[in-house]
């Protein structure tokens, strides 16, 4: 597998949107931890910013990218590799630099301004959703053939994840605010990478006490170790189930 | 060399191939041709499993097609549209292919040369030109002295002298004894290379004859009025 990886790997740092993505992430980083005058809040900042540019970037990056190298696929299928490793190859490269610029350009400012404990369950955070959300483009590129059809979807999913499922969540709350509904909405979390990871943080910081009762039932579960486990297994899965589908799909397909 | 047995695929309900048989040999130079959208494309790429047969088999070398992917490296393939990675240069590309075939001995870089690519090896792929794209592909197919050759309409795309070094080292290898698969539009730059045709249509071999007996059986000097004077008998029918 590592035979194309390095070359892949190579090849999507030195593209020029990689580039801009890092120092993207590193003015928002810098930025906002100069403009807020502490660091807590400074976090929260970065947290909503990265919570909502990342994944934007990371599923669209990464489905263009498969797409413009279709025709480098069917070269390297022409030559005696397993396609398990082609397609694992892609997805390393694609994960392996997103997560790199993410560390360079977020990173870096989190490590020195923030209390050590936060930025680094930051950076876990923003590097487990860049690999989520690649791992969800390559499964959208593998339902449709179609370019503009596969980066619609990849766009949709973004504003689902992004946008839609908070409203949702809302939603919901709203309408059955007179029934005992805080232990389900934890269930109902899970079902959304971003939700997921934006709870965890913000237990971490003392702003979690906005939340009200039903911070308390969050912080009951999501507080403890155990609950911190459960998500991250629940935020791996997000990563697996997507790449295991698409690699078994592309085994099988047409090109 | 290559054996397919009642290969049929279609892309839902559009059938692209019905019931190819095809026996190639070494020492072939074989021309696949037909009008678009006959299957040709499709076949070449269930030859390197890019597309999956719905029924029958292709067996190359006695080894089953499906049954691994070792095979492929008995094949070099030459694409019509090669596109590589923007940022990878010309040397990486070969690099990579190298490490993925896993040979570093007897390597075929006469291609390579006589195209004058010595100078290119630290461009990158983005900033190259599409023939000279095409040159790379035919280097790559080249390289590795595989002893069968699918090269899919390898000249289109480049300028007349590299055009005539590409055909001669398709001559060259074919008296090499190995088994070369071309698929072209181009009738007149088949004349010399060919050793026998394949004609398809929908989906089907059409006719299947060594060039010698075509142009005999038809009286013609070359393949093109060969091919054409069959076709309209055909009409005539």
Request: proline letters at 3%.
């Amino acid at each position: 597998m590592n035979r194309i990886l390095k070359y892949i790997l190579l090849d999507i740092l030195k593209n020029k949107f990689v580039i801009a993505y890092t120092i993207m992430l590193a003015v928002i980083g810098w930025s906002s931890f100069t403009l807020e005058d502490n660091s807590a809040k400074g976090i929260l900042t970065l947290l909503n910013l990265i919570l909502l540019t990342v994944p934007l970037v990371s599923i669209l990056f990464a489905a263009i990218y498969i797409y413009n190298s279709a025709e480098f696929i069917e070269l390297l299928i022409s030559h005696p590799i397993k396609r398990k490793d082609i397609w694992l190859s892609l997805f390393g490269g694609l994960a392996g630099s997103m997560v790199l610029a993410f560390i360079l350009g977020a990173g870096i400012p989190l490590l020195i301004y923030s209390d050590f404990s936060q930025s680094v369950l930051m950076l876990a955070i923003g590097i487990i959703i860049t690999v989520i959300f690649v791992a969800l483009a390559m499964l959208c590129t593998i339902i449709y053939k179609d370019k503009a059809k596969g980066i619609g979807l990849t766009i949709i999913l973004w504003i689902y994840f992004a946008l839609l499922f908070d409203g949702i969540l809302l939603f919901l709350m709203f309408q059955f605010s007179d029934y005992p509904i805080e232990k389900p909405m934890v269930a109902l979390t899970a079902l959304s990478p971003i939700d997921l990871s934006r709870i965890l943080m913000l237990l971490q910081l003392d702003s979690a006490a906005l939340l009200g009762y039903t911070g308390a039932i969050f912080n009951e579960f999501f507080g403890n170790t155990k609950g911190m486990i459960i998500s991250f297994m629940l935020l791996l899965g997000w990563i697996v189930l997507p790449l295991i589908i698409s690699l078994k799909k592309f085994n099988r397909k047409d090109l | 060399m290559i054996d397919i047995k009642d290969i049929s695929k279609s892309f839902g309900k559009l059938s692209v191939l019905r019931g190819i048989d095809l026996n190639l040999n070494r020492g072939q130079c074989v021309a696949l041709i037909g009008p678009n959208g006959c299957g040709k494309t499709t076949l070449i790429k269930i030859i390197l499993s890019m597309v999956m047969a719905d029924k029958g088999e292709v067996i190359i070398n006695g080894q089953l097609i499906t049954k691994g992917i070792a095979y492929k490296k008995m094949i070099g393939y030459m694409p019509q549209i090669g596109r590589y990675p923007q940022n990878m240069t010309i040397g990486q590309i070969i690099e990579m292919v190298q490490s993925i075939r896993n040979t570093s001995e007897n390597l075929d870089l006469s291609l390579f040369h006589s195209f004058g690519m010595d100078g290119l090896l630290d461009k990158k792929m983005g900033t190259l030109s599409g023939g000279t794209m095409q040159k790379v592909s035919a280097v790559l197919a080249f390289m590795f002295n595989p002893p069968i050759l699918i090269l899919d309409e390898p000249t289109a795309g480049l300028d007349p002298i590299s055009a005539e070094i590409l055909k001669e080292k398709i001559i060259a290898e074919r008296n090499n004894g190995k088994l070369i698969i071309i698929t072209s539009h181009l009738l007149s730059e088949l004349d010399n290379m060919v050793s026998e045709i394949i004609f398809m249509q929908e989906g089907k071999v059409a006719f299947h004859q060594s060039v010698d007996k075509l142009k005999s059986s038809t009286g013609s000097m070359n393949i093109s009025e060969a091919i054409l004077s069959i076709l309209k008998s055909k009409v005539n029918e």
